[in-house]
Structures are given as structure tokens and as C-alpha cells.
């Protein structure tokens, strides 16, 4: 987002997954366990270093801290890579338990175009599961139904924000998670398609107005989040064609919306290039509060769908694209445009209105010239379409020049080159 010489332009990952899946008959049914795990190597970036003029890498697996480096990085620490475990649970009886991906989410979680582009907002994620307690039922004709809990604390914490004088969208002050997220689904699946009908409740709960217990602080609030899923298949275009689409409604409850692998997407601060120019700022959290006041969740909403057309046996593609919108209460308003002193910079604003949407666009081209080897191309564009009118004076973070910095929209491009085999 700083458009300067202290990010990269590119990063490399290579990439092994393992699944292991066992299913046993037994009197009640089926037993079921699945273990999913990565072992990962990503190219890190650079930071400003501690010096001046100073640039400092942050290699994956170093096992020491680097001065300087995004946020201190000490890198992955396993063989100079990163472990990570997505899936690894248990299903017996109708029930899960375990880290598997959430109920809430759609059939192709954020991923309706069968997309490499991991942060599409506009609907559930945990992509990577998320632990869970959960009942299925089956209905019949392709009816099923879930209930269960699953713990937010990973995934699903946009941020409950403690606005004090002047720090604009304030620092995160979450008291321990005491309540689980409580989800419930309904799917009809069939050869059509598929229709999903999903619901969640978020406990919103909020530390003290101050660094003592003694100071107090606000109330719990609950968000909810609600979303519709449909994909429509074996259309007129040709075999295996579909249609996926999502819309989602979010109430103190943001990362349903602008789910974890497009958190960036909720904390957003782009610069237009090079030198004091222009920046767009957008940021998302769960909810804000004041001293002595209440939180003020703050209300999203979106949604994300594809159009996947195979063109023959080994040529396939997808057109995708996905929206949302993050809009704060009057009183929220009122206490993050206090004294103008948003996200970092001094301000002198004419209108100070956090508000702000998301909008992205892709496409893909996948060849696969031989069975379960693919190669992909794909192309993403990002619109953040802000709120503020005025100049925004930064002092100089980022490696940015002190200065004047008008408020204005702001967009990027990302292109992702993959190759994958499956055996």
C-alpha cells in the first residue's frame, strides 16, 4: 500500500499438502477422521529499517528477531518454512468436532471461481477450518441441516476498537472470549445445483476503558451475520459449466463478510504512488467504543460470485467478482472523526466519513494438459472507494514524506501465476 521501494513487487510460495482421510463402518455409521496440513515455503518482504534509509528483509524461518522487519518477524521456524494445519477432525453420529471449515460458509468457502486469489470479500472463508462443534442432520432428497458452535477467536475478531482522544479508529481491546459463535445452516442440494441458508451469532466483548480493571468498561454486544448461497448448475454454455453466488448482511460481525484470508480488505491503507500524493483509507472492525460509552457495532454488507466455464478437456476458466460495503453508526462517526486524528494522521478533513466499500473483478485461465496437473493464470483488480474528503497530513509512516496527502479512491492489481499437481 505504500507504493515505495520498501515492499516487493512479487512474492514466490511452493507448497505441499497432505490430506489423510479414514472412514470406518461401524453400528452408528460411518466414523470419519481428516487431517489436512501444509508445509510451506513464502518469500517474506522488506521493511523500513531502524536506521535511516536503512531496508531490512524478514526471511521465513530465521528463528531470530529482525529489527526493523514487519512487526519484528522471526520467519516460520520449521526447516526455514511454515507447518500449518487446516483440517483435522473427527465425524461420528451426524457430528463434527474438530478444525474443520465453518457451517456458515458456502460449499466453495471464498473461492467461487475456483480462483488462487485467496482474499474475495463478500461472504464466509476459513478456508483453513476453524475448530467447531457441530450437528448435521440429513433430511433426505439432498436436505441437510446444521447446528453447532465454533470458537471466533482465530478467525472471526475483526477487532472491538477503544477510541480514545485523537487515535481515530483506536486499538483493539478485546476481553477474553467467553461465548463461542453460535451457527446454523440449512442446504439443498441437488442436480440443479445448490441453495444455502446460513446464520451467525458473535459475541462482541470489550476489555476496560482504560489500561486498570477499575476503570470499567462497556457492555457486551452481540452481531449477527446472515448469508444466502446458490449455484446453479450444468447451464446452456457446456458440461460442467456453473454459476456460484453469495449475498451476506453483517451486524457486529464483520469477518463474515470481509472474511480472514481478506482481512487486508478491512484494514486498508493505500497510497497512490510515489511522494506526497493521495490515500485511501478503510478499516473494519467489529465495533467501536468510547470512554464511558457503548459499543457501536458496525454494519456490512456484500457478496461474491463466478461464472466457470470449461472450454474443453483441458482448457478452463472463470469470471469472478465480489463487494462489500462497511458503513459505522452516527455515534461511531462522532468518536473516530473527533480531533480528525484517523488511522495514524493528522488530519484536515472538510468531511470525515469512515464509511467505505470494496469492489474486485478477476478472471482465470487453467490448462491442464494431462490429468491432475493444472496451470493457472489469473488476474485481480481492487477498488477502495472512500468516504473522505480533504487532505489526510501523514508524518511520515511507511517511509512516506511528511505532507498533505489528499483523500481519494484508491485501487491495486494483483496476477498469480500457479502450477499444481494432484496425486
Known sequence: GAQNR????????????????????????????????????TSDSYGQGATAGGTVYAPLGSGTTIVGAPGNATGGGVAGGALGVYYAFIQFAGFTMGKAVSQFSAPWSAYPGNTTFDGLVGGGGTVTGVNQFTYTAEFGNGVSGSIGVQDPSAYYQAGVNNIVAG??????????????????????????????????????????????????????????????????????????DSINMQAVYTNGATRYNIQDLAAGAGAATIFSGFGVGSVGIGFAPDSVFGPGGSQQLITTWGGRGAFNHNWNANWSSSIFGAYAAVSYTGAAKALIC??????????????????????????????????????????VYTMLDQNYVGTLASGGANGKPAGAYTAKDQDTWTVMLRAQRVW
Open 6 to 41: 520498501f515492499t516487493n513487487g512479487f512474492t514466490w510460495r511452493s507448497r505441499e499438502d497432505l490430506n489423510i482421510d479414514t472412514r470406518t463402518a461401524t453400528e452408528y455409521g460411518v466414523v470419519r477422521t481428516y487431517f489436512d496440513a501444509t508445509f510451506t515455503w
Open 338 to 379: 473527533a480531533g480528525q486524528g484517523v488511522a495514524g494522521f493528522a488530519a484536515g478533513l472538510t468531511t470525515c466519513n469512515p464509511d467505505y466499500n470494496i469492489g474486485q473483478i478477476g478472471a482465470n485461465l487453467r490448462w491442464t494438459p494431462v490429468k491432475n496437473l493444472t496451470f493457472t493464470a489469473e488476474g
Open 167 to 240: 487515535s481515530g479508529y483506536g486499538i483493539s481491546d478485546y476481553a477474553g472470549t467467553d461465548i463461542p459463535d453460535v451457527v446454523a445452516m440449512l442446504r439443498v442440494d441437488q442436480a440443479w445445483g445448490l441453495f444455502q441458508a446460513s446464520v451467525a451469532a458473535h459475541e462482541n466483548n470489550a476489555a476496560y476503558y482504560g489500561a486498570a480493571e477499575t476503570t470499567g468498561g462497556p457492555g457486551n454486544r452481540w452481531g449477527y451475520a446472515g448469508q444466502l448461497a446458490l449455484s446453479i448448475k450444468n447451464i446452456p454454455t457446456g458440461a460442467g
